[in-house]
C-alpha cells in the first residue's frame, strides 16, 4: 500500500474477478479482515433545460388525452388475489 493508501491487486486476481482499470471497489471491514468487492454504478443523464421541456410537452398532451377522454385511464394489472397456503 502507498503512503496515499492506494492497493495494486496482482494481475491474476483482477482477470479471475474480471475487473479493469477504473473499475470501482467497495472495501468493508469485517470480523475476518478486509473484503473487496466491485461497486454497482450505474450512468446518469443530466437533462438540459430543451429536454426537460420535452417531457413536459409530452406530460400536458398526456393530460389532455385524458381530460378528452372521460373515463379512460391508462391500463392497469388487476391484483389477483393471494391464495392461502394450505
Known amino acids: 500500500m502507498t503512503s496515499r493508501g492506494v ?4 494481475a491474476k486476481i483482477r482477470q479471475a474477478l474480471g475487473l479493469k482499470a477504473d473499475d470501482q471497489l467497495i472495501a468493508e471491514t469485517t470480523p475476518e479482515g478486509l473484503l473487496l ?10 437533462y438540459t433545460s430543451e429536454r426537460e421541456h420535452e417531457f413536459d410537452e409530452a406530460e400536458a398532451d398526456l393530460a389532455a388525452l ?3 377522454r372521460p373515463g379512460r385511464r391508462p391500463a392497469t394489472r388487476k391484483r389477483t388475489p393471494a391464495r392461502s397456503a394450505r
Open 37 to 46: 468487492r466491485p461497486a454497482v454504478t450505474l450512468p446518469v443523464e443530466l
Open 66 to 68: 385524458f381530460r378528452e
Open 7 to 10: 492497493i495494486t491487486l496482482p
